[in-house]
């Protein structure tokens, strides 16, 4: 039996289908299904009654999550003191954030919450988005950091998760500048077809922000997909050498637009807005993540 079998059926039960609790576990619904089956084999009782719509738990499945629930939140508890003791010094926060996060808004929030809360070690793990999740759900972090976008919201249960908004950013297009000093290639007057895009990939929460704003602006057809890459930093490196337009955190652009190696491509109407959240499980036991918890909840957001 695997512990995520148990958390498989904690979310069918609070979402009441395959489809929503798939998506919650990150996982297909094909793959969830097969999980329940096995957890169902290991208990010896059908635990999900399949023939109801929604689905509803039957009576041992009732019985079975009552009891779990409580044990797997003892179990992820002592495992997390377990390592904690075992491997980390005192007043040790370990931390998984988005790779362009990582580099540009987590040092300076680090700063201002030990300014505040005094001295704690960070350790941090650069993953994408799925891998920082998984990291979260599963205990291996104490936090996570990652963008907040009402196009792709982080979908983590609500009952065993926490978030607080700690910061902003500003998604925009920019471009290499031309002789002028405006931008090679301005999205306000472009000819379809005629603007190099450099693009995130699909499967990115940048990259479906940047989808977003290109059907609002119905521009797709402005653009040439001419290269690819999952960070933001890549895609900064190719705009800097002037291949394209990219759609870049401000976090990420603002030294290159200070000294004139960027330019903005379009106007604020060619951008998004992007909120910056921590994330916590609620039976996440670690006397300093916790105290620095109420200090952040206290405060007001911390913008870049």
């Known amino acids: 039996m695997q512990l995520k079998w148990i958390e498989d059926l904690l979310v069918l039960e609070r979402t009441r289908s395959f489809s929503r609790g798939a998506e919650l576990r990150h996982v297909t619904q094909s793959a969830l299904s097969r999980r329940i089956r096995s957890l169902e084999e290991w208990v010896g009782a059908e635990l ?21 629930r409580e044990a797997l939140a003892l179990l992820m508890d002592a495992r997390a003191a377990v ?18 996060l990582s580099l540009t808004f987590l040092p300076s929030w680090l700063k201002a919450c030990r300014d505040r809360f005094g001295p704690f070690n960070a350790r941090v793990v650069a993953a994408n988005v799925v891998d920082a999740v998984v990291a979260l759900s599963e205990g291996h972090c104490d936090l996570m950091l990652g963008y907040n976008h009402p196009r792709v919201p ?24 031309d002789a002028h000093g405006g931008p090679r290639y ?68 603002a030294p290159a637009l200070a000294d004139g190696t960027l330019v903005r491509a379009g106007d604020d109407s060619w951008g998004s807005a992007l909120e910056i959240c921590a994330y916590r499980a609620v ?22």
Not at 161 to 168: E, L
Request: charged fraction near 20%.
């Open 83 to 100: 390592r904690r003791d075992a491997m980390l010094p005192d007043r040790t926060i370990e931390i998984a954030a988005g790779h362009t």
């Open 186 to 253: 301005a999205l306000h007057d472009a000819a379809p077809g005629s603007t190099p895009f450099l693009a995130y990939t699909p499967s990115t929460t940048l990259g479906r922000v940047v989808d977003g704003i290109l059907e609002r602006k119905q521009a797709h057809r402005l653009l040439v997909r001419c290269y690819e890459a999952d960070m933001a930093m890549l895609l900064l490196k190719m705009a800097t050498e002037g291949h394209g337009v990219a759609w870049l955190p401000h976090s990420t652009v």
């Open 48 to 68: 999900v009654d399949r023939n109801t719509y929604p689905l509803a738990l039957t009576r041992a499945g009732t019985t079975f999550c009552d009891n779990a």
């Open 154 to 177: 982080v979908l983590l249960d609500a009952e065993r998760f926490d978030s607080i908004g700690v910061g902003t950013d500003m998604l925009l297009p920019v471009s290499v500048p």
């Open 283 to 304: 039976h996440r036991v670690n006397p300093t993540l916790q105290a620095l918890w109420r200090m952040v909840a206290g405060e007001h957001t911390h913008s870049v």
